[in-house]
């Protein structure tokens, strides 16, 4: 991970640590590692529930994610609550 940021495992949008997280599946993100923000209060993720249902009509929102292996950020879709969380792992 050459190009890790811890600063970047800050959530920008509500400034709480994300959640170390690995995709349980074999697909395009297999078996990676991401960082995402899992703070049901962060404004990113409560707007993203209006946003989304505006735009398209579904109910689903986002969280913030960062990816080390890219040094990207950008949306974790989600359509509950709950989704994901039981891919969140300690550090
Ligand atoms: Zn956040």
Redesign the pocket.
Known sequence: MADFDEAKTI??????H?EKWVSPAVNSWGGECLYI?F?D?????QRGWDHTFKKIGIKASY??RYDPNTGQCGPFPVNTPDAGRDCIVAE
Not at 11 to 16: L, R, S, Y
Not at 41 to 45: L, R, T
């Open positions: 959530c920008p949008h509500c400034g709480q994300m923000c703070n209060e962060c404004g990113y993720y969280r913030h």
